[in-house]
């Protein structure tokens, strides 16, 4: 076994959940870049979702010029204590799960080497149609931006809640 480059070894675990409270709007919060980052679900258009078995969503919430994002498609379904994990898309499938913080002019992103975590602890849907009413989670992170000269973004405490209009 011949080896080029170097050899970094296994990246250190994400930092474990701390219980923080589910916001009781729809928003997406935790605390990156040395301050809470909470942001509002505008209400219209920024939120994806697919029915329970299939198992996709996707968050914006924004403030400003800052932003979060959270995808997970098609992972497995939608239900109460699954754990997504961050993946790069895969176009062949269309399966991915990724995160974004922007703060400022950083953007820092679980696909720049990052990792995260997005756990759902409350999901409901429609009797009827099957579409998700309503979504609570919470995740961890270590996002990285391009620019190498920055540190990675640890979030241990982040949240996100989203009801239907």
Known sequence: NNYIGALL???PALPAQVNATIPTSNQIAGTAAGALQAFNINPTGNFSFSQASQGGFGLV???G???WRITANHKFPLAINNTFNCQRP???SNRHVTMSLTVGSNTYLSTEGGRCQITLTNVTFDAVSGNVTSL???F???MRTFKRNLPPL????GVFRWVKP
Do not use: F, I, K, Y
Request: aromatic letters at 0%; zero cysteines.
């Open 154 to 157: 640890l979030v241990n405490d």
């Open 9 to 11: 070894g296994s990246p």
């Open 140 to 142: 961890v992170a270590e």
């Open 90 to 92: 895969d176009t062949n």
């Open 136 to 138: 609570e989670g919470r």
């Open 61 to 63: 919430a924004s403030s």
């Open 65 to 67: 010029a800052n932003e």
